[in-house]
């Protein structure tokens, strides 16, 4: 290692778990970057991250944001790499991501790869922290970007709870900082002062992007001394500019923030600055307004007579004392005892008319932990709309009265949930082995035998009906995918439905419902982990004993859900109104074909390839809102591809958008060469056959396969194996099929998601069948064709869904999916 004037200090007493493989050695430069080297041979995926010590709280005054604006700026362009894509389109093509974050007092920078495209990635994030551009024409597009963040951020009581907060610390502390910045403190208003941004950027950057408050981070499958000469060679180039940390030793709130000097901060009931969130005041004066979200507050001192009143409350509790002995401790770690030969899936071991049993022992981690996953179905759940609420809520109760059980599992290193689904319920247990079986039999036991407490009713009922009711401030794209499933789904309850039955939801409904609640029921499940046969039959026989009254269900009853499938040529459009979001959101969805080996790697491979243009188009060149992805979306063994776009424009306007990217994307694969084309097939392999990192993913991964009622366990390796065989012309013929305009194949439904200001304006919808690309209007501005980008389509009309019920009665079903291997699609003898 040629090191010598170069590293300062070197470190390999790096403390590190015993079950950890990596190697590790901590470095700093000579120019103060602290650096961390992590080596791992056996890594699928390599990685770096590296911070920098200052946030928001250095912004500049006159430009609040700043520090997160040039986190956004670093991606878009550096001298040796100027295209302003071109280390987001590296990544992409070589099975990695990645992104940013600002906080306070940190910017923090990272991204993942396919390890031997980890020297080049480098090369390209150190670029960041040496020879930025800040290009003028990216400067005020991002800016754009920040703002459809912010706009995002609006509606958010977390975000608004937070300005407010901040605003009540002293006059002129640097906590009160506006963090995230908006079109008009990075742009509109610096102008008007004479402020040039991009050079307030160029300075900021200039100023604090120093060496010497910067920590790295690298791990790879090269050896310690290969990551050491790679680092060396790109960051010790950074400038160490000898800038001093920030720091504001001053506490941001003073005696006239919280009524008394803080000289030992104790926690103390009357020390305290209380938040009340409430839809209504009873306040006669008038509001105050906070400036960036609009947050109506009003501040007052705590009365002293209310603060006297608790002082005399504080008393010593005699109900107080240790805890009792813990049941749920582990005192046994071995392992068990290897199987021979050793299995790489789960295997069957037992499938009758009431249970289907997975197990397979870990060989990979070599903890002592295990992950047990059950899904009990029981038709009435979801039969009606008060079923269905009756069922969401028996699961709240039951985790709420199980909290003072469950906190000395926690403390023992257990934990579980229980959750309702579409067929039923689902419980998971994962943690240490030796004692799971003893947290499982008293969940099981309790539940059984469950009757909710008559107070904790009323609370807990309270809470679930406002959750349901709160769906309504969720963000618009979030609102898509919620009516997009709705629309699709044979069957389901929408969230309106299920509120018009709020009233019948009481406490004598509640007991009713859970008393026949397991008479019929089929239990699957997954164990994984540090077990061997007999543990195994130990938790099946616990699982046995609680539902030795219960009786199998009927087949018919066991039937899972189908989608709807749209005729080919459609073209549907279904519209909801946003009571409270500033933005509108539209999700293209094109539904394409059933799921199997060649579908699933062909739209795959798609998705790959336009995934990260797509971002770059319409967020980062046409600046459409801050969120903008594609997907891949599955359901009932249904592929589709749906491209969502949430914006202050219209979402006719953001269709058009859509359509006239897809349109490029043909004319991109068309020109795109073999070698490109590889590099797409090799990220998305790479993506794949990553293995999890952890038993609890390497569980959620075989189990979504049992859920699914797939059981394709390999999954992965037969599907690269066959995706490596795709060649360009696969990609052109799905495209042609499935996305191009003209095709008479083509089914395609969007859903907009009207923004509340635009709500407001629009008169009366029209219900017949319209062209969704005749509006292409901007709120704001002229259409981005006038700009120089690409025209949209001629689209087909779109036949307006204003009746869901009545849609899907119309509609043919796509048929439920099958297994991947010879077994039942339900209980019974299976083949295996």
């Known amino acids: 290692m040629a090191t010598k004037g170069i590293v300062k200090r070197l470190s390999t007493e790096i403390i590190k778990s015993p079950h950890d493989k990596c190697l590790y050695r901590g470095l700093m430069l000579e120019n103060g970057l602290k650096v961390v080297l992590i080596s791992d041979k056996e890594t699928d995926m390599s990685a770096a991250a590296l911070d920098v010590n200052v946030g928001h709280m250095s912004d500049p005054d006159e430009l609040p944001g700043l520090a997160h604006f040039c986190e956004h700026m670093l991606f878009l362009g550096t001298k040796k790499y100027p295209l302003e894509n071109d280390y987001s389109k590296f990544l992409s093509e070589h099975g990695g991501s990645s992104n940013a974050y600002t906080t306070s007092e940190n910017t923090c920078f990272y991204f993942d790869v396919a390890p031997d495209s980890l020297f080049p990635a480098l090369d390209r994030f150190a670029q960041f922290f040496l020879e930025p551009l800040f290009n003028e024409s990216a400067t005020e597009r991002e800016a754009n970007a920040v703002n459809s963040e912010h706009q995002k951020n609006i509606p958010d009581d977390t975000w608004r709870v937070m300005e407010v907060q901040k605003l009540l610390a002293k006059e002129g502390h ?68 000898n800038v001093e940390k920030p720091s504001w030793p001053e506490h941001p709130y003073g005696p006239n923030e ?42 007052s001192n705590i009365p002293k007579s209310f603060l006297e009143e608790l002082h005399n409350f504080v008393t010593l509790n005699n109900k107080l004392s240790l805890p009792s002995p813990n049941e749920f401790i582990p005192t046994n770690f071995e392992l068990a005892e290897r199987q021979v030969p050793v299995k790489y899936e789960p295997e069957l071991i037992e499938d009758s008319a009431m249970y289907r049993i997975w197990f397979m022992q870990d060989n990979t981690y070599k903890l002592p932990k295990a992950d047990v996953r059950f899904e009990i179905i029981i038709p009435c759940v979801e039969v009606t709309p008060l079923a269905a609420m009756l069922s969401g809520l028996f699961t709240w109760l039951f985790r709420d009265a199980m909290t003072e059980l469950t906190y000395d599992a926690d403390l023992a290193g257990l934990s579980y949930n229980l959750s309702f689904t579409w067929y039923g319920l689902s419980l998971d247990v994962s943690g240490f082995n030796h004692r799971l079986v003893t947290l499982l039999d008293t969940l099981l036991n309790r539940m059984r035998g469950f009757k909710p407490d008559p107070e904790r009713f009323v609370v807990v009922r309270e809470l679930f009906v406002r959750q349901l009711e709160n769906f309504k401030m969720n963000q618009p794209h979030s609102h898509a995918t919620y009516y997009l499933d709705y629309i699709l789904l044979e069957r389901g309850w929408s969230v309106a439905e299920k509120l018009a039955c709020v009233n019948e939801v009481t406490l004598e409904a509640m007991n009713n419902f859970l008393k026949n609640l397991f008479d019929g029921i089929f239990v699957e499940a997954l164990l994984f982990g540090n077990l061997d046969r007999q543990n195994a039959d130990e938790i099946l026989q616990c699982v046995k004993k609680h539902f030795k009254d219960s009786k199998p269900l009927l087949t018919s009853q066991l039937a899972r859900k189908r989608l709807v499938k749209l005729e080919e040529g459609s073209s549907m459009l279904f519209y909801h109104d946003h009571e409270v979001h500033p933005s509108s959101c539209t999700m293209a969805y094109y539904q394409t074909f059933t799921e199997n080996i060649h579908n699933n790697v062909v739209i ?61 994307a043909k004319t991109t694969l068309e020109q795109m060469s073999d070698q490109d084309f590889q590099f797409h097939v090799e990220a998305l392999a790479t993506r794949r056959l990553e293995r999890p990192k952890t038993m609890r993913s390497f569980a959620s991964k075989m189990w979504s396969e049992i859920y699914q009622r797939y059981y394709f366990f390999n999954r992965d390796e037969r599907e690269v194996a066959h995706l490596r065989t795709l060649r360009k012309k696969d990609i052109l013929q799905f495209y042609d099929t499935h996305l191009n305009v003209n095709s008479e194949k083509r089914r395609k439904l969007s859903v907009f998601i009207v923004s509340a200001p635009l709500a407001n304006k629009r008169t009366k919808r029209d219900t017949s069948a319209v062209s969704i690309d005749s ?52 209980g019974g003898i299976s083949k295996l």
């Open 604 to 664: 795959e491979l798609f998705h790959q390839i336009i995934h990260e243009p797509v971002f770059d188009q319409l967020r980062t060149k046409e600046q459409l809102g801050y969120i903008v992805w594609a997907q891949v979306k599955t359901s009932c063994g249904v592929k589709g591809l749906s491209v969502t776009v949430q914006s202050e424009f219209k979402p006719e306007f953001l269709n058009s958008r859509i359509e006239a990217f897809l349109l490029q």
């Open 775 to 826: 509006a292409v209007s901007r709120n704001l501005e002229e259409p981005l064709d006038q700009a120089g980008f690409a025209a949209a389509p001629k689209e087909p009309p779109a036949t307006i869904v204003t009746d869901v019920h009545e849609f899907k009665a119309s509609k043919a079903l796509y048929p439920r999916p099958k297994p991947y291997i010879a077994i039942p699609l339900y």
């Open 174 to 241: 640097p906590f009160r900082k506006f963090g995230t910045g908006n079109i008009d403190t990075l742009l509109n208003i610096p102008r008007k002062k004479g402020i040039d941004t991009r050079k307030a950027l160029l300075d900021f950057h200039d100023k604090w992007y120093s060496a010497n408050i910067m920590t790295l981070a690298v791990f790879g499958k090269e050896d310690l001394d290969e990551l050491e000469s790679e680092v060396l060679k790109h960051f010790s180039k950074i400038v160490n500019k």
């Open 258 to 299: 919280v009524g008394k000097i803080l000289e030992i901060v104790p926690l103390r009931w009357d020390n305290i600055i209380l938040r009340i969130l409430a839809k209504e005041v009873k306040d006669e004066r008038t509001p105050m307004i906070e400036q960036y979200h609009g947050t109506e507050y009003f501040v």
